[in-house]
T-cell receptor, first 113, second 113 residues
Framework: EDQVTQSPEALRLQEGESSSLNCSYT??????LFWYRQDPGKGPEFLFT???AGEEKEKERLKATLTKKESFLHITAPKPEDSATYLC??????????????FGAGTRLAVHP | KAGVTQTPRYLIKTRGQQVTLSCSPI?????VSWYQQTPGQGLQFLFE???????NKGNFPGRFSGRQFSNSRSEMNVSTLELGDSALYLC????????????FGPGTRLLVL
């Protein structure tokens, strides 16, 4: 079954303590992987798009990487304002020959001073 | 450039009623997608509209419908509301396809009593 799994479900970090969030997927024909950040009560905010294995993108303290089976969102020296839920979404050619976009359940990140 | 706007932001309805939600995409964006977000199921794709036509559809019952106007504004309608329809309904816009980078609105929080 085609699916997107994010781990951990929740992560608590101290300010400055770097870590990584994982998004693993089981699909055939990956066409793109998206990372979003969502604050409570708000819509997701676009962060990155990755298209092929080996690709990396950076924005401030965040760096996203992609392999053939998973993507990592690395957070370097996080600050309390990085606290949010991070969502990944996979766009792929799914069974039946059509394209589909599936979101993972997200990782809730809390960064404490 | 103004972002995606959704109205209303909050809504309380009772079972059996119907509801209409509105979404105005970013200027120049022609694709509008709708998602339902709940704590248990996460973000689930409802449907996508492009040039006033429904182009893609998720696995939701026919009680969920939508339309898009010539100015790309979109409405979503849910008829015969059920308790399980309580959720955050998110609208996202993109230039030509929901499989590209999407920009989300703040959402409409619907509570069905």
């Amino acid at each position: 079954e085609d699916q997107v799994t994010q781990s951990p479900e929740a992560l608590r970090l101290q300010e400055g303590e770097s870590s990584s969030l994982n998004c693993s997927y089981t699909v055939s024909g990956l066409r793109g992987l998206f990372w979003y950040r969502q604050d409570p009560g708000k819509g997701p905010e676009f962060l990155f798009t990755l298209y092929s294995a080996g690709e990396e993108k950076e924005k401030e303290r965040l760096k996203a990487t992609l392999t053939k089976k998973e993507s990592f969102l690395h957070i370097t020296a996080p600050k309390p304002e990085d606290s949010a839920t991070y969502l990944c979404a996979v766009q792929a050619l799914f069974s039946g020959g059509y394209n589909k976009l599936i979101f993972g359940a997200g990782t809730r990140l809390a960064v404490h001073p | 450039k103004a972002g995606v706007t959704q109205t209303p932001r909050y809504l309380i309805k009772t079972r059996g009623q119907q509801v209409t939600l509105s979404c105005s995409p970013i200027s120049g964006h022609r694709s509008v997608s709708w998602y339902q977000q709940t704590p248990g199921q996460g973000l689930q794709f409802l449907f996508e509209y492009f040039s006033e036509t429904q182009r893609n559809k998720g696995n939701f019952p026919g009680r969920f419908s939508g339309r898009q106007f010539s100015n790309s504004r979109s409405e979503m309608n849910v008829s015969t509301l059920e308790l399980g329809d309580s959720a955050l309904y998110l609208c996202a816009s993109s230039l030509v396809s929901y499989q590209e980078t999407q920009y989300f609105g703040p959402g409409t929080r619907l509570l069905v009593l």
